[in-house]
């Protein structure tokens, strides 16, 4: 953590004189998606409010906005950790048989990966493609065989990001994404083909 602090400390610059909770999410945000914090860290107030050298008010407000784009949560009585993907609620509704669970987890997980971004812009784009999804999962006849192969890809996407492996994580996501609009869409043409 010492390391990471020092590393941090550097970005001070990047705030110089009108210090804001939002510059200071900027920063965290982007340390969060370079991996600096990977999934699962605790968010010291007082080591990273000292490395960028702001108040604790201006750091709790920038944690407020991060927790509020999924990319921190707050645990009571614990602290603020960096979310981890919503790839273990995937393989509890799996292993709940709750397949719909599992297909909502999934979109949570990409959703989680949009927000990485920081872009409002791109939030707002995936908000509406991830309702479309919803709508094509409503009318699967097997969900299980749908969302199934995702909950282990989507380990091996955290995995890779856990692991600093960006680049990794690029190329499993585009392959991911490529499948997967084969599997929708051939669901999809199958339902209409046994409805016609």
């Known amino acids: 953590m010492a390391e990471q602090l020092t590393g941090l ?11 804001t909770a939002e510059r200071v999410s900027d920063i965290l945000r982007s340390r969060i998606a370079e991996g600096y914090f990977p999934p699962g860290t605790r968010l010291s107030e007082d080591s990273i ?14 944690f407020r906005l991060l927790t509020h784009e999924r990319l921190l949560v707050h645990e009571l009585n614990r602290g603020v950790f960096v979310r981890v993907l919503a790839v273990e609620d995937g393989r509890r509704s799996a292993r709940e048989g709750d397949w719909k669970g599992v ?5 949570h997980f990409h959703r989680e990966l949009v927000a990485l971004a920081g872009s409002e812009r791109t939030d ?43 680049e990794k994580a690029a ?26």
């Open 124 to 166: 707002e784009l995936m908000r509406s493609v991830f309702a479309e999804l919803r709508l094509a999962f409503h009318v699967v006849d097997d969900p299980r065989r749908l969302h199934e192969p995702y909950i282990a890809r989507n380990a091996e996407i955290l995995a890779a990001l856990e692991g600093g492996e960006r």
């Open 9 to 19: 400390a550097d970005d001070r610059a990047l705030l110089g004189r009108t210090s």
């Open 171 to 196: 190329r499993l996501l585009a392959v991911y994404l490529e499948d997967s609009l084969k599997r929708v869409v051939e669901v999809y043409l199958r339902r209409v083909g046994d409805e016609g």
């Open 103 to 107: 297909g909502t987890a999934n979109i």
């Open 49 to 62: 409010g000292g490395a960028l050298g702001v108040s604790r008010n201006t750091l709790r407000e920038s």
